[in-house]
């Protein structure tokens, strides 16, 4: 039980997906929830740097921030838990985190920067817009947990797991694959103020992807748990020798 | 003349660095300007949805949006330009973006979000926390930026680059480098308010990186421009083969 693991998301402290997946982690070890106060969808990688953090401890061992998913990897590692986890589980995201989304995902950046900082990590999401169920996603967490905790991860690497909103029995299996690719549409709304000011919304709700077999998309849409290794080292090392021919 | 720029940064519409940059790109073709109304750094890819956005043409074709630099790229692309760009050069950016701080960095991101949407991009950034001398890095901009409408770009790859601060005869020359790695260490400092409440400061400026020949990082301490060819398909495709391997 000497095993510390730390949950976080973007969906809030009180979100359903969140309490689930810490109630089951419990019995892998300690755990510790450091999450947002609120809503931080989209927060992507940001980090709040112009002001102080405050944390508030809402009931044992679960803290809210009022910051960003990467804030509260930073807080409770150097701060609030005052020493490493061996684990951050970041999830159960009320949400599809599928191809390019992954950097615009707070869920997704919490566990990308625990892999900065040199922690085991995965993200975990519901790929539904309603309805959610989080039981299977939460089972497949701890089996995924107790299996990183025997091989470890790849270097520089963490999981992006993505979940069918089924049942148990309608799952087919799950699947290593790579990150899909989006259709990108115009995804921008202009509208008319009651005072007849002009203004932009960033719409862009309707998760078309393109179908290619072997991506997160098409596992999820074939009834698949997705599993997609992602790379912190964001350099394109075959473009490298490429460029290394310019003559500028 | 035919040929559209689209100019963004994250220190904000008002600042130098921008400004020296989009002067320098009105050689190449029509200008336009979409960047946020004030200082958004550490930003990341943080997206604006749960609100409207605002746009003003401060001075012909140049807009100020109150929202992030990749809400910039969106709106300029989908709303204001309504036409696709086809370059985007993002920054000149005050102070350096060098190894993990690219996914912190709304600067890059900007890039990042144009290559989604098929734009070739770079971000370009001084590589300094003072005394800023934009001049070197603005004539190397435009020299990229016309190297590429030539070549252009490797497949879903955006380049970062990082000009040293220093006189043009100083600088070395460039050299094409992989994305460099901070040394992490205790980057959150815990104070009491006047009122006795606790709270805590993301700090972390410390910028110690280690030294590895061919990082940007190294490049940058050694007097050469560094040019990181980035990815956007986060994908670590080997791991994928690794992990396939797997009995889970």
Redesign the interface.
Same mark, same amino acid.
């Given at each position: 039980m000497g095993m510390k693991i730390l949950i976080t998301n973007d969906d809030g402290v009180s979100s359903e997906g969140l309490r689930i997946l810490a109630q089951k982690m419990g019995a892998l070890g300690e755990v510790y929830v450091v999450a947002p106060d609120r809503e931080r969808?989209?927060?992507?990688?940001?980090?709040?740097?112009h002001r !102080?953090?405050?944390?508030e401890e809402v009931s044992p061992k679960v803290y809210a921030v009022d910051g960003t998913p990467?804030?509260c990897i930073?807080?409770a590692v150097?701060?609030i838990l005052k020493a490493r986890p061996q684990l951050v589980v970041s999830g159960i995201n009320k949400g599809p985190n599928l191809g390019?989304d992954?950097?615009?995902s707070g869920t997704v950046?919490a566990a990308?920067e625990a892999t900065?900082?040199?922690i085991p990590a995965f993200a975990i999401s519901l790929a539904s817009r309603s309805n959610f169920k989080y039981g299977v996603a939460a089972n497949f967490a701890l089996?995924?947990a107790r299996?990183i905790m025997q091989?470890g991860l !790849?270097e520089?690497?963490f999981l992006n797991i993505n979940v069918p909103n089924l049942e148990e029995d309608e799952i087919r299996s799950?699947k290593?694959?790579?990150?899909g690719k989006?259709v990108?549409g115009?995804?921008?709304v202009?509208?008319v103020?009651p005072r007849g000011?002009?203004?932009?919304?960033?719409g862009g709700d309707e998760q078309r992807f393109q179908e290619i077999e072997g991506t997160d998309f098409y596992a999820v849409a074939n009834h698949y748990i997705s599993?997609? !290794?992602?790379?912190?080292?964001?350099?394109?090392?075959?473009?490298?020798k490429?460029?290394?021919g310019?003559k500028?």
């Open positions: 969808s989209a927060a992507a990688h940001s980090l709040t740097l !102080p953090l405050r944390v990467v804030d930073n807080l150097f701060g390019e992954v950097v615009y950046s990308f900065f900082l040199g089996k995924m299996y091989v !790849p520089g690497t799950y290593i694959t790579r990150q989006r990108f115009e995804s921008v202009e509208e103020d000011k002009k203004y932009y919304w960033i599993i997609t !290794p992602l790379r912190v080292d964001l350099t394109n090392h075959s473009a490298v490429e460029l290394e310019w500028l």
